[in-house]
């Protein structure tokens, strides 16, 4: 019925900088990323995200994004500092 897969879980505070979400990981075979509030924070692949290039998670409380990717994860505001969760699978 369900087979055991470890995970890792994190909170990280974003800003108007590009921040670090999660280093490289080979082996993640998927990770969810979570807003905790109601800052809008841009997802990206690189420190080179922007406001303008990176994939919106809404600025609401809950509101996720789930998805597969071996690589550095980085998340951007617009300027206020925004607290997000993330769960990752390997």
């Given amino acids: 019925m369900f087979q055991f897969q470890a995970f890792q879980t994190n909170q990280v505070t974003i800003t108007g900088t590009a921040t ?5 990981f080979s082996s993640r075979s998927g990770i969810v990323i979570t807003n905790l509030g109601t800052t809008d ?6 420190a080179n995200v922007t406001t ?6 809404p600025g609401t409380k809950g509101a996720s994004l ?4 071996t ?6 505001t617009g ?3 925004q607290a997000i ?6």
């Fill in 79 to 81: 300027g206020s500092s």
């Fill in 41 to 46: 924070v841009y997802i990206g692949e690189n």
């Fill in 85 to 90: 969760s993330y769960l990752q699978t390997n």
């Fill in 20 to 24: 670090q979400i999660v280093a490289a």
């Fill in 71 to 76: 690589g550095a994860i980085y998340g951007i």
């Fill in 52 to 57: 303008s290039t990176g994939h919106l998670l």
């Fill in 66 to 69: 789930s998805f597969s990717a």
